[in-house]
């Protein structure tokens, strides 16, 4: 049986363990599988968003966290990062349009997830499981960004 995908998808996954250089892992993974991929137009983005995320993920739980890559078929890239705590932050509890205050450019917090808000293209976030038996439980934050064409 032959499967059929749509042209140009793809998908990473890497799991980081808790440790202060997982945020540097992911930004190297990014790179490589961007430049393997021919998406140069969206390296720098990227690369800080999920930077931001994976930082946030490590200072924020006591386990594990996991990157996602996936291209999809219209050329947006969406970058997912779960963890293991059930906390979804701002603006990732609010609609992409919806008022997110953000946080004072002198505040000592809060000001990497205000870069995924101007320079992502849409994101969200869910809760997972339910914590008590489920080891999947915690959140999966995402965005996208990179429409080619447009």
């Given at each position: 049986?032959?499967?059929?995908?749509?042209?140009?998808?793809?998908?990473y996954?890497?799991?980081?363990?808790?440790?202060?250089?997982?945020?540097?892992?992911?930004?190297?993974?990014?790179?490589?599988?961007?430049a393997?991929?021919?998406?140069?137009?969206?390296?720098d983005t990227?690369?800080?968003?999920?930077?931001?995320?994976?930082?946030?993920?490590?200072?924020?739980?006591?386990?594990?966290?996991?990157?996602?890559?996936?291209?999809?078929?219209?050329?947006?890239?969406?970058?997912?990062?779960?963890?293991?705590?059930?906390?979804?932050?701002?603006p990732?509890?609010?609609?992409?349009h919806?008022?997110?205050?953000?946080?004072?450019?002198?505040?000592?917090?809060?000001?990497?997830?205000?870069?995924?808000r101007?320079?992502?293209d849409?994101?969200?976030?869910?809760?997972?499981?339910?914590?008590?038996?489920d080891?999947?439980?915690?959140?999966?934050?995402?965005?996208?960004?990179?429409?080619?064409?447009?």
């Amino acid at each position: 049986m032959r499967t059929v995908s749509p042209p140009h998808t793809w998908a990473y996954a890497l799991r980081l363990p808790h440790d202060p250089r997982a945020a540097r892992v992911a930004r190297m993974t990014v790179r490589s599988v961007l430049a393997s991929h021919g998406r140069p137009e969206i390296l720098d983005t990227v690369e800080l968003l999920t930077s931001e995320m994976v930082t946030n993920a490590y200072l924020h739980t006591n386990g594990p966290a996991s990157l996602r890559l996936t291209a999809l078929a219209d050329g947006r890239l969406r970058v997912g990062v779960w963890d293991s705590h059930p906390r979804i932050p701002a603006p990732f509890a609010h609609p992409p349009h919806g008022h997110v205050p953000l946080a004072p450019p002198d505040a000592a917090c809060g000001r990497g997830l205000r870069l995924v808000r101007e320079y992502a293209d849409c994101w969200g976030g869910v809760a997972l499981g339910d914590g008590v038996l489920d080891r999947r439980a915690g959140k999966l934050l995402w965005f996208e960004t990179g429409v080619t064409g447009g």
